[in-house]
């Protein structure tokens, strides 16, 4: 059997044990043992420990459980609604000033969070009752939010970029500086849909019955500014070269705990103990898929499949965006059906060189990635993010969720071709601040 014939079987098996629903990690780890034993015999079972040890075998990856305890600190307290409650009243005089005040601090929750789904649950549950009171339809309301949350992986600190930069010996930092446009210009793009919605329709024109004053604006303030601020802190500290990426998430996620504690007087042992849960929960979760896609990749390097792959996809006779269409689309699918981090892990060691070897900038095609796993995040059949929205609203169908998510899906792909066209929209930042990038 050739190595792409064995590339085949193995992709058909791990996708079946991927659907029987076992964790990915152990899904992965079964398929990368397995597959070691069945080609290579036996002795292959004294790599297996070392691989997954060694992969786990690196600093950077303390930043991961360090942010996850931010976003957790972050999500268990009031700061989602606190957030959706100032935008709201700054944004009032906005037509569809609701459905723009929820696409607003979905970004910042975000960026607080890194999490897709915890934004949709800490903005959700306020912004869509509040948006289907106000007569805004059901689709729109669970729609804009459910994209909204997707933010989450995009906008920096982001868990995506970290495992994108483990994968690929990329610069973290500059992953980070390469999110911060494209996720500033998606928010935009997703405000300025919602806004054309609200004007065609006739949304949100009557619903202006509440007048804010200065001060009840200012009022909203107190507590939201200190957690932006910290996420300000973080990124100079990143940038500022004061702090490296470990050091700077460390600082961030006490930070944040302390302030959730004073801000939202967090004093129960009990609220404590459920963040530490959460983040422990979390955090094994991912070292646990990182180690097995670690033991995976060396699997497909072993019986010579990713070697054989890259070749082959090297000797296409297309052009180099004829390959990323093609790239996109499988990202797409594959992100129809597998979790961001699982994605990320298996296909980044592999599309790595090839990128590089057609002429692209990996930070760029990060960033590529990154949307293309928002997109999967509320894409069927797999699409978290649609069913944290349903769980919040269960009397909107998913058929409903998806119709209002779909617009939002269609600026992804927009974004996308932007970045395509203009690249520099993700390189200028990171080449500005810190320099033209060595690999290119």
């Known amino acids: 059997m050739s190595p792409l014939e064995m590339g085949v079987v193995i992709a058909l098996v791990t996708t079946l044990l991927l659907f029987s629903g076992a964790p990915v990690a152990f899904a992965m780890g079964a398929a990368a043992v397995g597959f070691l034993v069945i080609f290579d015999g036996p002795r292959m079972l004294g790599v297996v420990a070392e691989n997954m040890l060694s992969g786990l075998d690196d600093f950077t990856l303390v930043s991961i459980p360090m942010f996850v305890l931010m976003g957790a600190a972050v999500a268990s307290s009031r700061a989602g609604s606190d957030l959706y409650e100032a935008l709201e009243r700054w944004l009032y005089k906005v037509p569809g000033s609701l459905v723009i005040s929820n696409l607003g601090a979905a970004a910042m929750f975000a960026a607080l969070t890194g999490s897709s789904p915890a934004t949709c649950a800490a903005i959700g549950k306020m912004g869509i009752p509040e948006m289907r009171r106000r007569g805004y339809p059901a689709d729109l309301a669970t729609g804009a939010i459910a994209a909204g949350g997707t933010l989450g992986i995009l906008i920096p600190p982001s868990i995506t970029f970290i495992l994108y930069g483990i994968a690929t010996g990329s610069s973290i930092g500059r992953l980070f500086l390469a999110g911060v446009i ?105 070292m646990m898929i990182i180690a097995t896609s670690i033991l995976f990749g060396y699997m497909l390097s072993n019986l010579f499949v990713t070697q054989s792959l890259a070749n082959w996809i090297a000797g296409l006779a297309v052009g180099k965006w004829v390959l990323m269409l093609w790239i996109n689309i499988f990202l797409l699918v594959a992100g129809c059906f597998l979790p961001p981090a699982a994605i990320i892990l298996m296909t980044a060691p592999i599309l790595y060189p090839i990128i590089t070897q057609a002429g692209f900038d990996p930070i760029w095609f990060g960033v590529i990635v990154t949307i293309n796993m928002e997109l999967g995040l509320i894409t069927p059949p797999v699409g978290l993010n649609l069913y944290v929205i349903n769980g919040i609203a269960p009397d909107v169908r998913l058929p409903t969720i998806l119709k209002g998510a779909l617009p939002f899906m269609l600026c992804m792909v927009v974004q996308i071709l932007l970045l395509c066209v203009f690249p520099e929209i993700a390189t200028w930042l990171p080449d500005t601040l810190m320099g033209k990038s060595v690999v290119k």
């Open 182 to 286: 494209p996720g500033l210009m998606l928010t935009g793009l997703f405000m300025m849909w919602a806004l054309f919605v609200c004007w065609r329709k006739g949304i949100g024109f009557d619903a202006r019955h509440r007048i804010y004053s200065w001060r009840e604006k200012f009022e909203s303030l107190p507590k939201i500014l200190p957690f932006l601020v910290i996420i300000a802190g973080v990124i100079y500290a990143l940038y500022g070269g004061i702090a490296t990426p470990s050091e700077a998430a460390g600082v961030g996620a006490a930070l944040c705990l302390v302030l959730a504690v004073t801000i939202y007087r967090m004093w129960n042992p009990k609220d404590l103990w459920h963040i530490l849960k959460d983040t422990t929960r979390e955090s094994v979760m991912i």
